[in-house]
């Protein structure tokens, strides 16, 4: 039985950003239509905060304490009877805006709802390895879903039933390949230190490079990665690469030689799914 709602059900979008100004205002526009909108804002030195001002989001600070935490604590600030956490290199189309605002006021026996999501890299889609058909949790009713507390490859836990909406979760990764390459390695250590932590976890050169030989099979020929053509070749090679540098960084951080990675406080660095 569909569920009854009395009232009309509300809607929060939700987002944790740092110096984002290039990107944040289209994300936060294909947003509007949410009841509340808030851009928790993580130590940014450029115009994210004002321009999510200017575009009417509820704009707070608060420091990065990585991924999973920061967009709890951010998750925790909406009042509205659902919530969406959206990125700021993210963009919601027409058909995802109008499934939301369908689903939330009969959503039946759901607390929590997957979108669909599809990678975009170097300014061009991409169809194949891993990247054309994504699906994650983003949306739920408020106080039935959380964030875990990694430091990356942060998700969404429902207390309840998960459906699956129609719709596409526009996802723009950068346009510039060495912007891409520096945010690599940047978030691969913050990887490196998580995987570090779990003494189960076997580390190492050795443990690399049979990862990243997995990795690069696994998006190149078993996900197709290669029918994307230049663009999925370079990509498959820089998961492969990317796993390697988490694993072999995990092994120096473990042997006490983490200090050439990481000599600062952890920053924030923007989420890149597929990646590591």
Request: proline residues 3%; glycine residues 10%; hydrophobic residues 40%.
């Amino acid at each position: 039985m569909a569920e009854r709602n009395d009232r009309t059900q509300t809607l929060s979008i939700v987002m944790i950003a740092r110096n984002e100004a290039e990107r944040i205002r289209e994300s936060l526009r294909s947003a509007l239509f949410a009841d509340e909108l808030i851009v928790v804002d993580t130590g940014s030195t450029d115009e994210t905060a004002s321009i999510a001002r200017e575009e009417g989001a509820h704009v707070t600070t608060i420091p990065f304490a990585g991924f999973g935490r920061t967009k709890q604590k951010a998750i925790e600030l909406a009042t509205r009877d659902w919530v969406l956490s959206l990125d700021a290199d993210e963009h919601i189309t027409k058909g995802l805006r109008k499934q939301i605002q369908k689903v939330i006021q009969s959503p039946g026996a759901y607390s929590g709802f997957r979108v669909h999501r599809r990678g975009w890299f170097l300014g061009q889609p991409m169809k194949h390895g891993g990247w054309g058909h994504d699906e994650v949790i983003r949306l739920f009713k408020r106080g039935r879903g959380r964030f875990t507390p990694d430091n990356v490859h942060e998700r969404i836990t429902v207390d309840g039933m998960v459906g699956t909406l129609e719709g596409v979760l526009e996802h723009h990764t950068d346009i510039s390949f060495p912007h891409f390459l520096a945010k690599l390695d940047k978030y691969t250590t913050l990887a490196a230190e998580e995987l570090a932590s779990r003494p189960h976890r076997v580390v190492g050169l050795l443990p690399a490079m049979i990862h990243s030989f997995g990795t690069l099979v696994k998006q190149l020929i078993l996900q197709r990665g290669f029918l994307d053509g230049s663009r999925g070749i370079l990509l498959a090679f820089s998961a492969a690469y990317s796993t390697l540098l988490r694993y072999s960084k995990a092994g120096m951080i473990r042997r006490g030689e983490g200090s050439v990675f990481v000599d600062r406080e952890l920053e924030e660095v923007e989420r890149q799914d597929g990646v590591a």
